[in-house]
């Protein structure tokens, strides 16, 4: 290279050699060959996986503007159908709900919330996370929904059983060891001799001295997995001291709060939208059109017509061609309609589940400064069930923590507590866990009992058996069609209401392209 001019692509190719893509990339911002920061707002790369084939007129209600109503408004839109969204509640998104400074929570038998998080604050009432396979994050992607990480397993969080609170690396190193140790000693003494091969036993045992992280021996003692007193820095630091015996760790009952992630709809990662999970209920309300959603319209009857649907309200009615009822099903159950007993049944049978949360605003991120928590979920044997921790706005000075998140028998009875009762009781419980800090610097709160949210009254629902019910109301009844999270197997998520949306708008096209 000596005597040859050096250019600016050479240099860059050059460092790129070395340093890789990323150091390439840094060195073209020093030269101003590259943005230092994003300058524009997030913007699809690609159309989502799903349409409707072919293009179709006619005129569809839908009754409900939750996330099944307006997915099924958005893909009917595309393909050129009419929508009007009937929404009793005061504004669409149902259960997808984002609570912010200056919004009022109404509840039945309890007064009204005001909202008063600051500014740029925002608690999850409803849905908090999405995993990465589910539909949901498709539709971030086509509308435009920037993601980020949601933090659904932190080895920092806490468990709480019995009283005592470990962390949860703690809690898993202990299990995972005992549990290896007992294996590898049933092994190494030829108790799987009828089971495995001696080549596969070795193999087995190098596996379980990992998992466990097991000494010589073949047995447990603890290790440097259950975290430290003081970390290693200039020194090797101070570890945990040791842990207790096998009967303790099993006695301790921390099997299920380890475990947590382990589902198919729980492991990592995770995500969630920047800003607000009701980011995804704008985008679809602005697709759909705002003017096409009716809020304050409770609909009190549905009546199928030969060459319609009729739904009528307190001062009002609408024919349309066709009616996609997406209300939960017991809410559904309630409504007056011809289609049928058989009908009113299915819709009976799916009983709602009592769900709840806090949010508790903290003027001090004392879980990050203190705790060394920076998002996850600390699972506990308590009444609350869940304390979670943001998993966004790191470092800044006020910060959301989710102080329960419970469902059923725990649920019910939050809900039957006054609004500053449920606070109280939540402090109570979490100082158990954190201490007295837990209580300090504490500037506002809201809950929110979902059985006691009118036209929704409940999290989700269960069905007994997924039978003649459940199949009976993933097809139309005359010219109305149902669909919601609790007609798949994916209920309680977000994308099951999306799913099954999708089912009932292509059962509908393929029925009007075959009109004649």
Not at 169 to 184: K, Q
Not at 217 to 228: A, I, P, V
Request: aromatic letters at 8%; hydrophobic letters at 40%; charged letters at 20%.
């Amino acid at each position: 290279m000596e005597g040859a001019a050096l250019t600016r692509r050479g240099l860059l190719v050059g460092i790129g050699a070395v340093g890789g893509a990323g150091a390439m990339y840094a060195a073209m911002g020093a030269l101003g060959l590259a943005p230092s920061e994003q300058d524009k707002d997030f913007a699809s790369p690609q159309q989502g996986d799903f349409s409707l084939r072919g293009k179709a007129a006619a005129k569809v209600v839908i009754v409900g503007a939750g996330v099944a109503g307006l997915t099924a408004a958005y893909e009917l839109g595309k393909a050129g159908y009419d929508c009007t969204l009937l929404e009793a509640r005061d504004r669409a998104g149902g259960r997808n709900l984002t609570l912010r400074a200056g919004d009022r929570l109404k509840e039945m038998n309890n007064p009204a919330q005001e909202v008063k998080f600051g500014e740029g604050v925002y608690f999850n009432a409803g849905p908090g996370r999405i995993a990465p396979w589910m539909v949901t994050l498709d539709y971030c992607r086509e509308l435009g929904v920037p993601i980020e990480t949601f933090i659904n397993n932190n080895a920092q969080a806490l468990v709480h059983t019995n009283g005592q609170t470990i962390r949860a690396r703690t809690a898993r190193a202990d299990m995972y060891g005992y549990v290896a140790e007992l294996l590898a000693k049933a092994t190494n003494v030829g108790a799987l001799d009828k089971t495995i091969t001696k080549d596969d036993q070795e193999r087995l045992l190098e596996f379980l001295r990992r998992f466990g992280d097991l000494g010589p021996k073949l047995s447990y003692e603890g290790s440097t997995r259950r975290g430290f007193v003081k970390y290693p820095a200039l020194d090797g630091g101070t570890p945990i001291e040791s842990p207790g015996t096998l009967h303790a760790v099993l006695a301790a009952g921390t099997g299920r709060s380890i475990t947590n992630d382990f589902g198919y709809d729980m492991a990592t990662p995770m995500f969630q939208p920047v800003g607000g999970m009701d980011a995804i209920v704008a985008k679809l309300t602005e697709k759909v059109g705002a003017d096409r959603i009716r809020t304050g319209v409770k609909v009190n009857k549905i009546t199928s017509l030969a060459d319609g649907v009729e739904v009528t309200w307190d001062g009002g009615a609408l024919k349309a061609d066709y009616c996609l009822a997406t209300l939960p099903p017991h809410i559904l159950a309630k409504i007056p309609h011809n289609l049928g007993a058989g009908i009113t049944t299915a819709l009976r049978t799916p009983v709602p589940v009592a769900a709840g949360k806090i949010g508790l605003e903290y003027g001090r991120r004392w879980w990050e400064l203190e705790d060394r928590i920076y998002g996850g979920v600390t699972e506990t044997d308590l009444d609350i069930t869940h304390i979670w921790y943001p998993s966004h706005g790191y470092h800044s000075e006020r910060g959301v923590l989710v102080g329960y998140y419970n469902t059923e028998r725990n649920a019910e009875l939050y809900a039957a507590l006054a609004h500053e009762d449920r606070r109280r009781r939540a402090l109570t419980q979490g100082r158990k866990i954190h201490g007295d800090k837990y209580g300090k610097d504490l500037l506002s709160s809201v809950s929110i009992a979902w059985d006691r949210q009118e036209h929704i009254q409940g999290g989700w629902v269960h069905w007994p058996a997924f039978d003649s019910s459940f199949t009976l109301l993933q097809r139309p009844s005359g010219r109305v069609y149902f669909a919601g999270d609790w007609l798949t197997r994916l209920i309680a998520w977000q994308a099951g209401a999306m799913e099954s949306a999708r089912s009932a708008v292509t059962q509908l096209h393929e029925r009007v392209l075959r009109s004649p």
